[in-house]
């Protein structure tokens, strides 16, 4: 029995360790559908794939014969929902990004909550049972950074087994760096010295690890970026940057097709006493939707 549950806890641990996380950037076609892989990795001796379905921007992780995977064309990218996204997103880095949803829609929202470190204890776990007895199961698209994730294991783990949420994991990089002496333009992921590759890849591979896919959706800190960081977005790491037109807490009022930015770190209870406020008169009018059909059907 004592064996039994030893081999048992062993195997838990080892279950998601991972190693060699790296960049990839090939293309594979299935059902007639257009696929990148984007990431590669090992884990339990294998060689598996971040992969990213061109047409829905659904991400998902493979295992997939090497022989399978062809140089990409960039003729029939160009073609896909996601390169479209992807090139409209990076040409706004004034913005950090793509900040309303760019096809027609009715009476539609996308929240967007970002998970910036924070040394408070737990999280907007009220605010999301207000949001969720009010409104059912409810999409929501939540930006974490490592250093968030690193103090907060039980929080993170309450957040993604709440099964009144349907979790969109956005990369908002590994340390987020912030110093409230700098300016805007030193700040954030343009400070001098930033790892790009490490504040991208890490957090990546700690969701990973933690059993949980990233999705292709990025959101700068501070949504501070500038041209060089929007084209390595574009070109090497294939993430397609989230802004906000509703940012609550600085009084920006959701319309149709609004994508929302609360904090969920309890650093900003203004924007969430804000949205508390409005949810009644926001639940008449709109419903939630998750954030890649903000992009495609
Ligand atoms: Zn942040």
Redesign the pocket.
Known sequence: MLKTIFLVLCAGLHLFALENYTLDARQFWKDKTLFLVIRRFEQNDRIRYLTLNTQTLQTQLMNLDESMLEPIAPRALAQTPFAQTLNAATALWQKGGIDHASRRLDATLFLTM?L?PSSKKGYESEFLRTLTRQNGKTPIAV?I?SAWLEHHEAEFEALRNDPNLSITWVN?THT?FYDRALPDRKNFMLHQGTDVQAEILNVEQRLIEKGVTPSVFF?F??LIADERLMRALREHYFLIPLSADAWIAKNQRPENGSLILIHGNKNEPLGIDMLEHMLPDLLKRYRFQAIEEAFVP
């Open positions: 970002d910036c930006a950074s908002h987020h959101r800190p501070g």
